[in-house]
């Protein structure tokens, strides 16, 4: 399992001033380190990232994710991303498109993801669907149930119309500090014996621009 953390591309910067949306613009950036382990291949990879966001008081946001990967001839990847999110009463929602590319093989895919955020019984609630705009769908649904002492359990599952296996993922996550945080967990997929496990180190913040 992948930390993917939307992010922002300098071409969205300057779009976004552009257009004259910088009335408060709000600057995320962070990094990460991720150490993966595949027990049905005994493969284990370890990722470093950092990303950059930058936002607009009307919702509008573009990012850019750097993160390195072992695949060869591939060495590290960067993906763009741009979109709109904001809130409908206590429900928020999203529309985005990503752009993946590797450092010497290129474009690596494209996907357009909308997602709608609301709480429940307890939980806060995620359901997204997402395209890859080559006709292959998938609809996702995640979980976190907040736990005391700043702990997070989280679980989801996905379903594409390209794959007959269901894809899932379990994982527990705590907060250090307002910017720090520890995260740790499983995934798989129904045709898997053995799952993926993941644990990572994240460091997140932002600013207001003006």
Known sequence: MLIRIATVAATGIFALTATGVT?????????????DYDYEDSDEEIIVGSYLEVEANS???????LYTVEDDP???A??????F???AGTASYEIAY???????????GEEIAASIGYAALGMDLT????SDLEGAYAIGQDFDVPLPSDYTFGFGFEAAT???????DVSLAKQLTDTVSLSGGFSGDTGSENPETFFAVSFDTSTILN
């Open 23 to 35: 009335a408060e613009t709000t600057l995320s950036y962070g990094s990460y380190l991720e150490y």
């Open 59 to 65: 919702g509008i946001f573009a990012g850019l994710e």
């Open 74 to 76: 591939d060495d590290y």
């Open 78 to 83: 960067y993906d763009f991303s741009v979109g």
């Open 85 to 87: 999110r904001g809130d």
């Open 98 to 108: 990503y752009n993946y590319n590797l450092n010497e093989s290129g474009s690596d």
């Open 127 to 130: 359901s997204s669907l997402t």
């Open 162 to 168: 390209d794959s007959d296996e269901l894809d899932w």
